[in-house]
């Protein structure tokens, strides 16, 4: 998709180390970090938000919940625990249209759902 900056990074357009990555998805470090462990998973395809996702598509869900569960075990934050977010939407505080999945950990997460 033009214009998408995930779209770009998946391409290679922009640059990114890449922390995994299958024929569906990739995961990278996000460049703004909230936690000391603070990665996206995203889709290789251009899905722009959880609105899109429906009973033909949603196994993508699945397979990015599998990999930030492995990235996290991967990273030794599995035991203090972690938080798996995917903002929607303009309330959601979604800013990049193209789903991606934020694994936050490394260190106590305050419920402050305006920061997080
Ligand atoms: P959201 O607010 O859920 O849409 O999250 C978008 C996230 O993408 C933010 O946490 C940004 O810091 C992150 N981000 C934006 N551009 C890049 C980039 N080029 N590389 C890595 N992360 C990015
Ligand atoms: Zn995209």
Do not use: W
Request: hydrophobic share 45%.
């Amino acid at each position: 998709m033009e214009d998408c900056i995930f779209c770009k990074i998946i391409q290679g357009e922009i640059s990114s180390d890449f922390i995994y990555e299958s024929d569906t998805v990739v995961a990278f470090n996000d460049v703004n970090p909230i936690a000391p462990v603070h990665i996206l998973i995203i889709p290789r395809v251009h899905i722009a938000s959880m609105n899109d996702i429906n009973s033909d598509n949603s196994m993508i869900i699945a397979d990015m919940v599998a990999v930030a569960v492995e990235i996290a075990k991967d990273k030794g934050i599995e035991k203090d625990g972690y938080k798996l977010l995917i903002r929607t939407g303009k309330n959601g505080g979604q800013e990049v249209s193209h789903i991606h999945l934020h694994l936050i950990g490394g260190a106590p997460l305050h419920e402050d759902i305006h920061s997080l």
